[in-house]
């Protein structure tokens, strides 16, 4: 059984999981928009496994007994300055998403609540994994400086991450 504060804690972060697939499908719109397919791929795969994380939290919730409780999704931002700018929005975002969960594990700790514990990790280790994949591509960006050639080479190489979920819907799941 979870106790008051962490079910609130829990419902919290399923809603910053969601809101950060609404940020990165906004931030797929914006490559799309700058016909850098290969970018806008890559962060639509980001979005869907952010709502994998949404589910990993939901299902956890209704395993231990609690009721999710799902809030408004607050309005992602429509543009950025550049690509860059979008890449490094995008890490700071997942900063603050660690800090979030090592939050949750600090609260886990704090209420003996050991399961709450054990269920956290697996989001820690995926959070070094989130920061570095993001980080690396920022520093790739950095190096292009706006290069249009580099920039295209590297639009090709992040299109090599395609987005699986239209795939399973078109094969029934
Ligand atoms: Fe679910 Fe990218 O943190």
């Known amino acids: 059984m979870l106790s008051e504060r962490m079910l609130k804690a829990l419902n919290e972060q399923l ?19 700058l016909n850098l397919e290969g970018f806008a791929s890559w962060m ?18 209704y ?5 999710v409780e799902l809030k408004a999704i607050e ?3 429509k543009e950025w300055e550049s690509p860059l700018a979008a890449f490094e929005a ?5 900063q603050f998403i660690s800090k979030c969960i090592n939050e949750l594990a600090t609260l886990a700790e704090e209420e003996k609540d ?17 920061e570095a994949s993001v980080k690396k591509i920022v520093d790739k960006l950095k190096f292009t400086k706006d290069n249009p050639q580099v920039l295209f080479m590297l639009d090709q190489e992040l299109g090599q991450r395609a987005p699986q979920l239209p795939n399973l819907l078109l094969q029934g799941g």
Do not use: C
Request: without cysteine; negative net charge.
């Open 15 to 33: 809603n910053r999981e969601l809101y950060s697939a609404y940020l990165y499908f906004a931030m797929g719109a914006y490559f799309d928009d």
């Open 44 to 61: 639509k795969a980001q979005a869907e496994e952010e709502l994998g994380h949404a589910l990993r939290f939901y299902n956890y919730i």
């Open 114 to 130: 050991y399961s709450t514990r054990a269920f956290l990790e697996w989001f820690i280790n995926e959070q070094v994994e989130e």
């Open 75 to 77: 309005q992602p931002p």
């Open 63 to 67: 395993d231990r007994n609690g009721r």
């Open 90 to 94: 995008a890490y700071k975002h997942e």
